[in-house]
């Protein structure tokens, strides 16, 4: 495949055996990932993360609420190694959009992933806020968008032949529900797409014959049945 897989996650150990077993070409991580993989220290977690992967890119995110705060804590990110990607979310929690924040940074330089991204105007404003000549991400929800009842394809399309031009700027596909996901997000065009673990693992049954695939399904039904010693008839 010509799309990258990118992990989604903040467990080391995870990190660095999907990192020697070559299956992902980089990696993402957020708060919420953080604070379920119990970090306790964001600075000496990254830290220890880009002391062993420093050939993929990783992104790290910000944690300030306001434009300032997100600026110095972006630029100092930046200096952690020059694999890092700074993630920025589309707006502060009071609606106010980054994408001056954004302009600013890529033009100096700065390798930012904008995520939390769900509209085509969105998607646009980021787009165009991003440097020609900086590699850049644009984080697209799919996987949210979808939740909402909305088909995210079109507004995927979208953004990648809105993108096109400006070839250091790659559209990510972001919250991947299934496996299916991934053929999806290549067949458009998508340049990456951020996966769980549980879904990776997944990728055993690619290729799998259907028919054998029922018949392996009704053997674990029955392989439970049997566990569970149920009866209907006396």
């Not at 990607?85 to 106010?96: R, S």
Request: hydrophobic share 45%; net charge negative.
């Amino acid at each position: 495949m010509a799309l990258k897989v990118f992990a989604d996650g903040a467990n080391l150990d995870g990190m660095l055996e999907m990192y020697w077993e070559g299956n992902v070409q980089g990696f993402t991580t957020n708060p919420s990932l953080m604070k379920a993989g119990g970090v306790t220290d964001y600075r000496a977690f990254a830290r220890e993360v880009l002391d062993q992967i420093a050939d993929l890119p990783v992104s790290f995110e910000v944690f300030a609420d306001d434009l300032d705060g997100m600026e110095a804590e972006a630029r100092e990110i930046a200096t952690w190694a020059e694999n890092v990607y700074v993630k920025i979310p589309a707006m502060t929690t009071d609606g106010t959009s980054t994408s001056d924040l954004v302009r600013r940074l890529s033009a100096d330089g700065v390798k930012v992933n904008v995520t939390t991204l769900f509209t085509s105007e969105q998607n646009h404003e980021f787009i165009d806020a991003v440097s020609a000549e900086t590699p850049s991400i644009i984080s697209i929800f799919a996987g949210r968008i979808a939740d909402t009842g909305v088909d995210p394809l079109p507004i995927m399309k979208d953004a990648i032949a809105y993108a096109a031009p400006k070839e250091s700027c790659e559209i990510l596909w972001a919250s991947t529900r299934e496996l299916l996901n991934i053929f999806q997000a290549e067949e458009i065009g998508c340049q990456i797409i951020t996966v769980p673990n549980s879904i990776l693992a997944k990728r055993k049954n690619v290729g799998k014959d259907l028919l054998e695939y029922s018949r392996d399904t009704v053997r674990g039904f029955a392989r439970d049945i049997q566990a569970l010693g149920f009866h209907i008839l006396p």
